[in-house]
Nanobody
Framework: VQLQAYGGGLVQAGGFLRLSCAASGRTISNYDMAWFRQAPGKDREFVVGINREGYTDYADTVKGRFTISRDNTKKTVYLQMNSLKPEDSAIYYC????????????????????WGQGTLVTVSS
């Protein structure tokens, strides 16, 4: 499955953005999907994930501000980001892996097999 992330941009602190991750090829209905981000000089970190059954998990730093959703018919996963902070600035990557476990979504990059190219989010103070 090929992934393409888009929707990034420059926004002021307190603002919002909606990222999209569009898949091509096979349906994503059997895939766990996630968003990671990587700021300059830092490791890639888990932001949020949603498994094929709709189970979600959020990093503590984004709970209450970010919301992940998926539309399998459109083969697209969305990340609604509200109340953005300068520390949310990073390249955001979407990722996918074949789903196999209930009530679980991976949080390590090595748990995902497919990656999009990333979209840059910059939050100004």
């Amino acid at each position: 499955v090929q992934l393409q992330a888009y929707g990034g941009g420059l926004v002021q602190a307190g603002g919002f953005l909606r990222l999209s991750c569009a898949a091509s090829g096979r349906t994503i209905s059997n895939y766990d999907m996630a968003w990671f981000r990587q700021a300059p000089g830092k490791d890639r970190e888990f932001v949020v994930g949603i498994n094929r059954e709709g189970y979600t998990d959020y990093a503590d730093t984004v709970k209450g501000r970010f919301t992940i959703s998926r539309d399998n018919t459109k083969k697209t996963v969305y990340l609604q980001m509200n109340s953005l902070k300068p520390e949310d600035s990073a390249i955001y990557y979407c990722a996918a892996t074949w789903g196999s476990r209930s009530y679980y979504i991976g949080a390590r990059p090595d748990e995902f097999d497919y990656w999009g190219q990333g979209t840059l989010v910059t939050v100004s103070s």
